[in-house]
């Protein structure tokens, strides 16, 4: 089945610095999305990219829609203890069916990001 | 906050017992779903909803069964627990049929001893 590289798996930053993490599969996603989960709770969905080269910003995020449609990038910059967290990237695949719209969603296994001050 | 509540958040049982966790919606939503997540594994689909009635398996729903018999309800069932399904719970509810954009619960975490 299709599968998502999610890297790095975990980083270790100092308050300040810029974060960049990437998504990458040997398949074609329709969409790709980026959720964080803050210790202790579940995800929560940052942003959403529907269009190849697509490029979105959410305050200090910002993702990118990969041309190839095959990967997508997350960058935080000036990290604040609050971005601590498990990053997750996911992707979507193109399914007509209702019946589809569960196993359509594929996750990677996250990057754990951890900021000290 | 999406109105999806998970019950109960916590829960210890003993090998072989039957299990049931509840999601609770009240945003009307059609799609719902359960993952489980891992250290290592991230989250991983076991069953899904498209509507009432309509359930599907995902990619780990061996040892697992649900039930959605009304729009806001979405139970997972383990039916003789097993300590290799000790983890962390997660139902997920949408909107839109193949946007991605999921609303996850809080969680539940499960020990079998």
């Known amino acids: 089945g299709q599968q998502l590289n999610q890297s790095p798996q975990s980083m270790f930053i100092q308050e300040g610095e810029d974060v960049s993490m990437n998504c990458t599969s040997s398949?074609?996603?329709?969409?790709w999305l980026w959720y964080k989960q803050d210790p202790g709770e579940g995800p929560v969905l940052l942003i959403a990219l529907y269009k190849a080269g697509e490029l979105t910003s959410n305050g200090r995020l910002t993702a990118q829609f990969g041309i190839t449609r095959k990967d997508s990038f997350l960058n935080i910059s000036a990290s604040i203890p609050s971005d601590v967290g498990i990053y997750f990237c996911?992707?979507?695949?193109?399914?007509?069916?209702?019946?589809?719209?569960?196993?359509?969603?594929?996750f990677g296994k996250g990057t754990t990001l951890s900021v000290s001050s | 906050d999406a109105g999806i509540t998970q019950s109960p958040r916590h829960k210890v049982t003993e090998t072989g017992t039957p299990v049931t966790l509840r999601c609770h919606q009240t945003?009307?939503?059609?799609?719902m779903y359960w993952y489980r997540q891992d250290p290592g594994h991230g989250l991983r689909l076991i069953h899904y909803?498209?509507?009432?009635?309509?359930?599907d398996k995902g990619e780990v729903s061996d040892g697992y069964s649900v039930s959605r018999s009304k729009t806001e309800d979405f139970l997972l069932t383990l039916e003789s627990a097993t300590s290799s399904q000790t983890s962390v719970y997660f139902c997920a509810i949408s909107e839109f049929r193949g946007n991605g954009e999921l609303f996850f619960g809080e969680g539940s975490r499960l020990t079998v001893l």
């Open positions: 945003e009307n939503h059609r799609y």
């Open positions: 398949s074609i996603f329709n969409t």
């Open positions: 909803s498209y509507g009432v009635k309509d359930t």
């Open positions: 996911a992707g979507l695949i193109s399914h007509e069916l209702p019946a589809q719209a569960g196993t359509a969603l594929i």
